[in-house]
């Protein structure tokens, strides 16, 4: 798409609305008016550079779920009792809740009940052993006590590893769940009191916090700007004047039907626990590109149809339209690829005005 005009056919159209003066009038006040505006026009000109580009993107920091375990009951129970808070930092093995449980109290039941089957099976092993050392018993009535000791061995081992899914008992249905590993509290929906609900929402939450992932939303416009690799420069308002160097992990396929964005993911290490989870920051993305474009101010760029333009001075009081893409921008200048050459001179300023009448041609 090219347009030409000529300022002084702007400055007639300017003066269309006067009319009844003669034509030595109308030819001075052309004179007069065309410097006026030409003084008011400023260009500046295209040039060649290689890209760096930057974008900014809002996100959050999560625990990293390939570190974080979750404790969920399997059985309908009361808490009663609740010895850690969010935030704290607790070690494998330690005491976090006590359970009561009515299906608790049925395994420990079933513990006893085990326990004394075995018992009873192993005594009359030994003394089918005895009988047939003696004569008195044959192999296969041996080989028979034999295999109700290994069954009832076998029960027995079933009814701890049930035992064990829930925690340690400490009798009278009531079990001891303790950390299943090093970390921090980062979630904690439980208190003393609290009825528990088998397959219900976790009670609580650790993670190992010396990694963490950066969750950002990218939307539909900076699409073709972000992709996975990208070196990336996180801030917070925690730490001002701190940076974060890492770089983009993985950016996924489907947007999301609540941010109607795409999630871009970040994994770091977190040296010192300074990223805390659900802590805001800003990611600033940035690339330099291999090849050179052309380089403009931003505020050149006109933007209409769902199409950017520019405008450019060919010669004195002569200009044109260019249509063209910008590849992205950092600061105040936006790379283009398009109509635009390097070395020509784009308004910057009244390019509005002139687009407008070019447009209306």
Partial sequence: MKYILIIPVLSACLLGACSGNSDQTETEEKTEIRPAFLSNVKTVQAVSARPEMEMTLTGKVISDPDKS?????LVDGVVE?????????????QLLMEIRSAELSSLEAALIGAEGALAVARRAYRTAESMHSDGMLSERDLLEAAAEVQQAEAELEKVKADMSLFGTSRGKGTFAVTAPA???IITRNVSAGSTLTAGDEPAFTIADLSSVWIIANVYASNLSFV???MEAVITTLSYPGEEFSAQVTSLSQVFDPEDKALKARIVMPNPGLKLKPEMSVVIRLKEEFATEKTAVPSDALIFDNDT???????TAGQFECRRVMPQG?????TFLTGDLQPGEQVVVKNQLLIYSELKGK
């Fill in 329 to 333: 921008h950092t600061g105040t200048i």
């Fill in 308 to 314: 950017y333009f520019v405008v450019v001075e060919t």
């Fill in 81 to 93: 009792r609740v010895a850690f808070t969010v935030g704290e930092k607790v070690r494998k093995g």
């Fill in 227 to 229: 992709r996975e690799g």
């Fill in 182 to 184: 090093d970390g921090y």
């Fill in 69 to 73: 375990i979750t404790y969920t009951p």
